[in-house]
């Protein structure tokens, strides 16, 4: 990743800490996405006996995953903890689903341990997706399911060129093009990504409203070379009057790239440096 655009993950893990108690009412987008997931694993049939919620947040999918997947131990996986003390908090009595604090580049789970690994709208907050990927590809069993949904890079170009008109500093996270997730899962030896983009036009009255929700899902700048003043009045005054003229009326439209995909466990990561072309592929040049 561009070191402009590295995250502090500490100040990931601290926002997303204090955004807790108001996460489910707030991140409608998280909503949207996990949705979206579970229409897209519908048809697929498999046998899972452990089942890893990756990113789960408060758990909003936590408990949907267990009804899909009855009998199943389900890991809530977090690096925050106070997003894990709400998971946990829904659960049922009788439940299999335990909350595990853990960085997902770092799992600390056995070698072909999970059948199905879910990650609503994580890769936007890690800084090197390959090390999460490939701990995903070890984790997870031969012909287990890896499904995911993440943001594209059309996302959020609104407030990011409103920034841009005002100051050169860095205030909107940068997300991977579909194509390079998919060159992610393959290079981590995943099998057969199949990826879908959807689009999300989510629209605000003003700017307040923006970003008072912006905070609200634990979404705000967390890049590491971020500007570490306060902003300005006048700097902030004119961001958002940029920002305001993005919609009719004066108010804001923000289009949002939805990335959605699944892919297959089943062989090693490719060596550093390896390519590999399917023949079947390669067009034949006719005479």
């Not at 199905?116 to 070890?138: H, I, Q, Y």
């Not at 902003?231 to 939805?258: K, P, W, Y």
């Not at 959605?260 to 089943?266: A, I, K, L, M, V």
Request: aromatic letters at 6%.
């Amino acid at each position: 990743m561009d070191t402009r655009h590295r995250l502090r993950i500490a100040d990931v893990r601290r926002r997303f800490d204090q955004a807790a108690s108001g996460f489910d009412a707030a991140d409608f987008v998280h909503t949207v996405t996990r949705d979206g997931l579970f229409e897209r694993m519908a048809p697929a049939v498999i046998d899972a006996r452990v089942v890893l919620d990756l990113g789960c947040a408060t758990g909003s999918a936590t408990h949907t995953l267990a009804k899909r997947f009855r009998g199943a131990t389900i890991l809530a996986v977090d690096l925050s903890l106070p997003m894990l003390e709400l998971c946990r908090a829904k659960q049922g009595w009788f439940s299999k689903t335990s909350a595990v604090q853990a960085d997902a580049s770092a799992l600390p789970f056995a070698d072909q341990s999970v059948d199905v690994v879910f990650a609503n709208l994580l890769l936007p907050w890690v800084n090197e997706p390959a090390e999460v990927t490939l701990e995903v590809s070890r984790v997870l069993r031969k012909d287990g399911l890896f499904v995911f949904a993440s943001l594209g890079p059309d996302s959020l170009l609104e407030i990011r060129n409103a920034w841009a008109g005002v100051d050169d500093c860095s205030h909107v996270n940068r997300f991977l093009d579909m194509h390079d997730v998919g060159d992610l899962m393959v290079r981590a030896g995943l099998s057969d990504p199949v990826l879908d983009v959807d689009r999300l036009t989510v629209s605000y009255k003003d700017a307040d409203d923006l970003f008072r929700d912006l905070t609200a899902a634990g979404a705000r700048n967390s890049l590491q070379n971020r500007n570490r003043s306060l902003v300005g009045r006048q700097r902030f005054g004119a961001m958002r009057q940029r920002l305001e003229n993005t919609g009719s009326d004066g108010t804001i439209e923000l289009d949002l790239e939805l990335v959605y995909g699944h892919c297959w466990g089943g062989r090693p990561p490719l060596p550093e440096g390896d390519v590999r072309i399917d023949a079947s592929a390669i067009a034949v040049r006719k005479r």
